[in-house]
Nanobody
Framework: QVQLVESGGGLVQAGGSLRLSCAASGRIFAIKDMGWYRQAPGKQRELVARISNDGTTTHADSVKDRFTISRDSGKNAVYLQANNLKPEDTAVYYC??????????WGQGTQVTVSS
């Protein structure tokens, strides 16, 4: 089992910034990559960004040049720096970890609200 705890969400004005954090515990040695997803009301959950153990990152087109995912292996944590936030970024943001053998774990989510 892997446990994930997110923090850092909140209310911010358009153009502002937030830094989301996710702390992992449990079978962290089995984690092969971690990521951030988000789900807006009435929409499907979507990938925002992902980072693998070798540091390779992937960002959704909608957040490229605004959001950056990073990882601190020593602290078993992953971060999402979100800059120039837009109202359409409003969603619940979820931390995700994928392990070997294949399994997926989710945090409880943190709300990000961007006002116009």
């Amino acid at each position: 089992q892997v446990q994930l705890v997110e923090s850092g969400g909140g209310l911010v004005q358009a153009g502002g910034s937030l830094r989301l954090s996710c702390a992992a515990s449990g079978r962290i040695f089995a984690i092969k990559d971690m990521g951030w997803y988000r789900q807006a009301p009435g929409k499907q959950r979507e990938l925002v960004a992902r980072i693998s153990n070798d540091g390779t990152t992937t960002h959704a087109d909608s957040v490229k040049d605004r959001f950056t995912i990073s990882r601190d292996s020593g602290k078993n944590a992953v971060y999402l720096q979100a800059n120039n936030l837009k109202p359409e970024d409003t969603a619940v943001y979820y931390c995700n970890a994928r392990t070997m053998p294949v399994n997926a774990y989710w945090g409880q989510g943190t709300q990000v609200t961007v006002s116009s």
